[in-house]
């Protein structure tokens, strides 16, 4: 499916870099750029960067890279077509249809996102509108815990029916192929065959967002209290991984981002309770204990975490667990600790919004609340600085270890040189792996890369370049294949912005290579000089290459003189060969 080259251009110059990526990430702005912390890689300082004027990002650590088109791609995991699609959506632009054909071009994510929203659809109407007993019972169920229609259309709630087919039934009229619901974990497949039903009966949904807003999967609480399991959510598929999302986020990163701060809680009747109060900075993570992707994802909105579990000791174990996820994704934890075995749930409701914002001014630093635990299970004092320690070791910056350090010691009357020692016997942890991949074997490094830095860089020095030197017998297939486009506008006089190569080679390696090399910081004082550097090294690397040339001719020469000795003629070759090489090298001739 080819999307025309004009439309793309549309879209692209109807979008803008630093709006999109501020979905996903908080960026703050220095200089001509913008930082943040990586959405691709655990990163605990800001190395990726968003370039408004050029419109392409570019992260320091990992080397990923591109414009707008590449980045939803990568936070989206989508191929270029639906990063274009799902643009022109958000700008308005309409596209050609896809056409039957077509249709089996579009990946399984983007399939299952689609058939994800659709029934998000279908069970949010159910509620809504739906006049049977158990669209009755969910609406009393919702309305007895005060779910009102704000909330939920604010989290797109739906309900199930308590039947073993509405959602076939539903997929039948809306020409939606059973088979993705399956995938998606909405049917499950029948003992006969080609017999699906539905997994979600007699359930209130909770539709899961990703930062895109779209719908990836469902958490589904009971009606029916004898029903086995309270809660049962989506199976992991393409779009899903079980760990990596928190409910709630989409909903409320904006908030998040301008307070800079966010309450974690559990569960998802904790995270309404709590945003219906007004406490519009919540997320859940889902149900499980605290992932370290989830941290890193929390973190990058806000380094300010506040921890709201349930009051009891599960609850309490809880938080301390989340205290060392959340410290080692490089996040600020505090924990805001309920009186009784009260939940956030039944807090809220009792004493209303305003009460979590106060508790909140009290939280609990890491180390008061684990002295908290120890006085409350009777531990001696020294043991918790044992256990604090451990958590030290977590924290990535030395000042802020030190600083860690002198609270324990301020709050236990430990020495701080004792906590110190006690620091360098306990063994660092693995760190958090990075997600290394061929990236880091490609380009090659050398001459011949550093000269096509420069000219896609440089589109005034293309002529000056090329009229001395063309692409030839280029080993590396990806360089060869940049420095041929390159080559050919040139040739056919039709240089164009560098920019626009990105949309030429919108799979990576080669887009990243080229968001790297227009993003190599270039003395922006002083443009002239600048260009004269890159000038310098573009002909200090042709003169390598054609050294390089020389040599091996060089080194072939000397195979033949080997095999014919008396050969006056191949050594009088050769000795000019090695006099021009040498020359090369010392005075830079033959340019
Ligand atoms: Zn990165």
Same mark, same amino acid.
């Not at 609340?369 to 004092?381: D, G």
């Not at 993003?519 to 002909?539: F, P, S, V, W």
């Given at each position: ?34 930082? &943040? ?157 080609? =017999? ?44 899903? =991984? ?72 599960? &609850? ?13 994704? &490089? ?184 968001? &790297? ?18 000038? =310098? ?55």
């Amino acid at each position: 499916m080819r999307i025309p080259e004009d439309k793309i251009e549309d879209v692209r110059a109807a979008t803008d870099i630093l709006s999109v990526v501020q979905g996903y990430v908080a960026l703050k702005r220095r200089g001509q750029n913008y930082f &943040g912390l990586c959405p691709f890689h655990s990163d605990t300082a800001p190395s990726f960067a968003v370039n408004p004027a050029r419109q392409i990002f570019r992260c320091f650590g990992c080397g990923r890279g591109g414009n707008v088109f590449g980045f939803v791609m990568e936070v989206e995991r989508i191929s270029f077509v639906e990063a274009v699609r799902m643009l022109a959506e958000r700008a308005g632009i309409e596209l050609p249809a896809v056409s039957a054909s077509e249709r089996d071009t579009v990946s399984e994510s983007e399939e299952l996102v689609r058939a994800n929203g659709m029934a998000r659809d279908f069970f949010h109407k159910q509620l809504m509108e739906s006049q049977s007993p158990g669209a009755i019972e969910a609406r009393r169920y919702l309305a007895e815990r005060g779910y009102g229609k704000t909330v939920i259309e604010h989290f797109l709630l739906g309900y199930a029916p308590d039947s073993w087919d509405s959602l076939v039934q539903f997929a039948k009229q809306a020409g939606l192929a059973p088979s993705i619901l399956t995938q998606a974990g909405l049917l499950k497949e029948g003992k006969e065959k080609n =017999r699906p039903y539905d997994a979600f009966r007699h359930r209130v949904m909770f539709p899961i967002r990703n930062l895109a807003g779209r719908v990836i999967a469902f958490g589904g609480r009971r009606l029916r209290e004898e029903e086995e399991a309270k809660y049962i959510n989506s199976p992991e598929t393409a779009v899903y =991984r079980k760990g990596r999302e928190l409910f709630g986020l989409w909903e409320a990163r904006q908030d998040i981002r301008t307070r800079d701060e966010a309450i974690l809680v559990e569960g998802y009747t904790d995270c309404l309770s709590l945003v219906m109060a007004g406490v519009t900075i919540t997320v859940a993570s889902l149900g499980t204990a605290l992932t370290e992707q989830q941290a890193r994802l929390l973190k990058r909105f806000t380094d300010k975490v506040f921890i709201l579990y349930d009051g009891d000791n599960a &609850g309490l174990s809880a938080a301390r667990r989340a205290i060392d996820v959340l410290i080692a994704a &490089g996040a600020k934890p505090r924990v805001i600790v309920l009186p009784g075995t009260e939940d956030p749930d039944s807090f809220v409701r009792k004493n209303g919004g305003d009460a979590i914002w106060q508790l909140r001014e009290t939280a609990f630093s890491p180390v008061d609340f684990q002295l908290h635990l120890a006085k409350r299970n009777q531990v001696p004092p020294a043991d918790a600085a044992r256990e604090l320690v451990n958590t030290a070791v977590l924290i990535a910056s030395p000042v802020e270890q030190d600083i860690f350090l002198r609270e324990i010691s301020a709050r236990t009357a430990v020495s701080a040189d004792a906590l110190r020692r006690e620091l360098s016997r306990v063994r660092v942890p693995g760190q958090i792996p990075e997600e290394k991949s061929a990236r880091t074997t490609w380009p090659p490094k050398g001459t011949l890369t550093a000269l096509t830095r420069v000219l896609v860089r440089r589109t005034d020095l293309r002529p000056v370049i090329f009229e001395k030197w063309s692409p030839q017998n280029i080993a590396d297939a990806k360089l060869a294949e940049l420095l041929n486009v390159l080559y050919e506008e040139w040739q056919s006089n039709a240089i164009k912005e560098p920019e626009k190569l990105l949309d030429r080679f919108p799979d990576s390696p080669l887009r990243e290579f080229l968001a &790297g090399c227009l993003y190599e910081t270039e003395d922006e004082e002083d443009e002239e000089r600048g260009l004269e550097i890159d000038r =310098r090294t573009a002909l200090d690397c042709l003169r390598g290459l054609e050294a390089d040339g020389l040599r091996v001719e060089i080194a072939e020469l000397k195979q033949k003189l080997v095999a014919s000795p008396n050969e006056p003629q191949l050594l009088r070759e050769l000795q000019n060969l090695m006099r021009r090489e040498k020359n090369l090298r010392i005075h830079g001739q033959d340019i």
